[in-house]
Every structure is written in C-alpha cells, then in structure tokens.
C-alpha cells in the first residue's frame, strides 16, 4: 500500500554540545502532526553533526508514530538516517521491524519525506503482516 498526505512540523533545538575543528555535534527534539491517510502525532528526537562545510551534515533519528493509519489505530517507530553532501541529500526512513502495536502489530516499510513550497509531504509504502501474539517473557514469570 502507499499512502500520500501532509504534515507540521515543530521543532526544538538545543545548542551543539561537542564542536571540533567546526564539526558541531547536536540534539534537537521535533513534533509532528500528520493530515491525509496518516492521522497521527509524532515525537522525534534526533542526533545531527553539521560541518565547517556549506551543504554536508548527517543526522539520525527515532521517531514514534501514534495514531490511525488507513483505519487502523496503534503505533510505530520510525528509524531516519540522514546524509547531505555539499547540497546533495540522501535520507532513509524505514518502520522499525515489529514496533508496530494495536492494530499496526506487523507494519512495516518506508517513507519518503519531501518538502515544496513550504510544505512537508510524506508517501508512506507499507504492509501490514499477519502476526501471532507476541511469547510471554519467561523471565517475568519466574
């Protein structure tokens, strides 16, 4: 299945808490609120380096995913890595295997984030596999 919409994003910077030779290490925490066949809310939190260099950074993030999806409620984690090289970006965002819960138990797949004007896009090109009932941890029960 893919799935198209839109998305607000709020973001929360922190100040670089490591910086050498103009390599500056970061945090940054984002909200965001997605419209369309995604109706959901999410929290990212993410780690960024950003160079001396106009253009090149990287960054990685998680980011959890609650809300309905094409009529099934639940959540999931989204796993970003990001690269830009002198302008040029590379960005993979993939489903976490088997963080799906409720009735996305079993999700998974990738979006594809893109921005125009201004406005945040997303396509989201998923499956929902059929899974059995997660084993009790035998540890808990001891």
Not at 22 to 49: C, H, I, N, Y
Not at 99 to 104: A, D, H, I, N
Request: aromatic share 6%; glycine share 10%; no cysteine.
């Amino acid at each position: 299945m893919l799935v198209q919409g839109t998305f607000e994003i709020t973001a929360q910077f922190e100040p670089p808490h490591d910086t050498v030779d103009g390599v500056a290490l970061a945090r940054a925490r984002f909200d965001k609120r997605f419209q369309g066949p995604l109706e959901a809310t999410s929290a990212v939190e993410m780690l960024s380096a950003r160079t001396p260099v106009a253009g090149s950074a990287g960054y990685v993030a998680i980011e959890r995913v609650r809300g309905v999806l094409a009529g099934r409620r639940g959540t999931f984690v989204l796993q970003h890595m990001g690269v830009m090289r002198r302008g040029a970006p590379s960005l993979t965002v993939s489903v976490v295997p088997d963080s799906g819960t409720g009735e996305l138990r079993g999700l998974r797949g990738s979006m594809d984030i893109q921005i125009a004007d201004g406005v945040h896009h997303y396509a989201l090109d998923y499956e929902i596999d059929e899974v059995d009932e997660p084993a009790a941890d035998a540890s808990a029960s001891a």
